[in-house]
Structures are given as C-alpha cells and as structure tokens.
C-alpha cells in the first residue's frame, strides 16, 4: 500500500528542523527501501522551508502511520499538521525513475481535495514532466478523496493545470524539491 505524507511546519520551526536534519535523514534511512518520493516544500518565494512530503510503500495503514507521527521532526513539535492519505503510483516508479533528472526546472507538489465523484484518475496526456502522480484514497482504499502529483513545471499556473479544475474543493501548489541526502 501506498502512502502519501504531508508534514506542514509549525511557524518558527527552522532552527529546531535544522537541528534535527541528521536525525531526520537518519529516520529517513531506515524507509529507503520503501521510499517512492520524498522532498522538502518551500513557500512562494522558493526558499521559505514550510513542509515535507514522503510518498512510501508500506504494508498496512498503521504502519504508515507510525511512519508519521514517529519522525523525529513531528516528536519535537517542528510540525503544525500532517496530511496521511491512502495514494496510489499511477506512474509505477519511484522519483529516482524520472527520466528529467534531480535538477533542472522548476519543481511542484499540486494536492487536490476531493468533492465527490472521482476525477484524474487517468494520467494526464503531456507526461514526461510527472516526476510522481496518483489518487488520494481513504485507508480502505475504497473513496476518492484527491490526487496528488509531483511535477515539473514552468510555474505554479503550469503546475496547477495537470488537475481538471472545476472538480476539487481546492488546488493547492507548492514549490518542491527531490529530497534526501545530499550526494
């Protein structure tokens, strides 16, 4: 089963995330076998650390979240909330996959919220700028409740319009990086 997870940062959390960044690599560590996607969320200006994302293939629901709520920078407080959904890897790879590389253009995490019927279940006809794409699914696997994409783009508006806009409570984008340790 496939997980989306959502870590949105706590105002005033850079120092206490800083200071828990090997920690938090080291905690990442031990997933890298189930890891699809992972990467920090930046604000509009590009540089404003407020997130993370880590897409992971785990066995159960309780399993993906305990892999939420025992990360080190969730356990110290660097985390206002965390969105923990149900996702599943329409693209059948990992962000390592991505034929476009770790660098180069801008890079998005576009999250729709559901309303109802289910929409973008398909692969969107341009595709080779989908680093990561897939519904968000209740824990049952069972209710649409979104979709979930990690792009690469030329802005946000680019970014925004891989999802049928009229079919989402709301469309949210954000600046986004392929994540891990350094190289």
Not at 83 to 100: A, K
Not at 151 to 163: E, F, G, K, S, T
Request: glycine content about 10%; aromatic content about 10%; hydrophobic content about 40%.
């Amino acid at each position: 089963m496939e997980f989306l997870c959502y870590h949105r940062d706590r105002t005033g959390s850079l120092p206490l995330r800083k200071e828990l960044l090997e920690e938090h690599w080291a905690y990442m560590d031990g997933y890298a076998e189930e890891m699809i996607a992972r990467g920090p969320i930046f604000a509009d200006d590009g540089d404003t650390l407020t997130g993370s994302v880590h897409i992971v293939d785990l066995p159960h629901p309780a399993a993906a979240r305990a892999f939420a709520f025992d990360e080190p920078n969730y356990q110290a407080g660097a985390y206002r909330d965390v969105l923990l959904r149900r996702w599943r890897n329409t693209l059948g790879r990992t962000m390592w996959d991505f034929p476009g590389g770790r660098t180069g253009g801008n890079r998005y995490m576009v999250l729709g919220l559901g309303t109802g019927q289910a929409a973008d279940l398909a692969l969107p006809p341009e595709r080779n700028d989908l680093i990561a794409y897939g519904p968000l699914l209740s824990d049952d696997g069972a209710i649409w409740l979104g979709t979930a994409a990690l792009v690469r783009a030329p802005d946000p508006a680019a970014a925004r319009a891989i999802l049928t806009q009229d079919l989402y409570a709301d469309i949210e984008v954000h600046n986004w990086q392929f994540g891990g340790r350094p190289s």
